[in-house]
């Protein structure tokens, strides 16, 4: 029999979803491998990994609906040689991605006029205002590159500066494409998250002489919406 996911394992799931976002290609320090529900044994051939576990949340109760406050524990495992490498020199940048992962914007930006060729992993710049960003993803909806009439979407991370509407975009100095929108922030969490509050994080323990494994914790306060009496629904519209 078919049973209907909660928004609140929806919330879940969409945060494992985001964090598979981790990788070097999408500009992070590590590229993500592993992740699991709960207290998830792993192994040191599963590294770099993380282990997600919902916990309690907190309701507050507004009219027919209520704001619950989950809080979302996040461990991170690497591997390090205790021969050459420093656990908690290892373990920072990661923490650093789990971190910017949990909290950092999203943007789409559309485009017109594509002459060459954009994909995940490239770092453009906008030739107006020096703005820069990492690609996620590149959706080419009508024209070709090949033909410079190329138009679409795509979306960013770590936005520095903000694209402006019309400006020519470069890719390692070269022209690339024309900019027919600002920056358009996306949903948090596939539009079910309200909020996200970063409580808590680091090394709980480091590793003694001869462990080989160094292990960061990050807590995270999760804010969604649901009707009062039915967690299945959002909102009663």
């Known amino acids: 029999m078919y049973v209907e996911k909660t928004i609140r394992q929806q919330v879940i799931e ?50 027919s609906c209520r704001s619950n406050a989950m809080t979302v524990i996040i461990d991170g495992l690497l591997t390090f040689d205790p021969e050459t490498e420093n656990p908690s020199t290892k373990i920072e940048p990661f923490l650093g991605d789990i ?77 690339s494409l024309k900019l027919s929108s600002s920056p358009i922030i996306q949903d948090r969490f596939k539009d079910l998250v309200d909020n996200v509050s970063y409580v808590s994080g680091g090394i709980e323990a480091y590793p003694v002489i001869g462990e080989t494994v160094v292990l960061c914790t990050t807590s995270f306060i999760v804010a969604y919406p649901t009707v009062n009496d039915n967690p299945y629904l959002t909102s009663l519209t």
């Open 99 to 175: 971190i910017h992962c949990m909290l950092g914007p999203i943007f789409t930006l559309h485009f017109t006029n594509g002459s060459l060729r954009i994909q995940q992993g490239d770092l453009i710049t906008g030739e107006t205002t020096s703005a820069t960003s990492h690609v996620l993803n590149v959706r080419v909806t009508s024209g070709a590159w090949n033909l410079s009439n190329a138009a679409g979407t795509i979306k960013i991370r770590d936005m520095r500066r903000v694209f402006r509407n019309g400006e020519n975009i470069l890719l390692s100095a070269s022209y």
């Open 14 to 63: 969409a945060i494992q979803e985001r964090l598979y976002d981790i990788t070097i290609l999408n500009g992070y320090n590590h590229t993500l491998t592993t992740t699991g529900l709960g207290r998830v044994a792993f192994s040191e051939e599963d590294s770099p990994a993380l282990s997600i576990r919902p916990g309690i949340e907190e309701v507050t109760k507004i009219a």
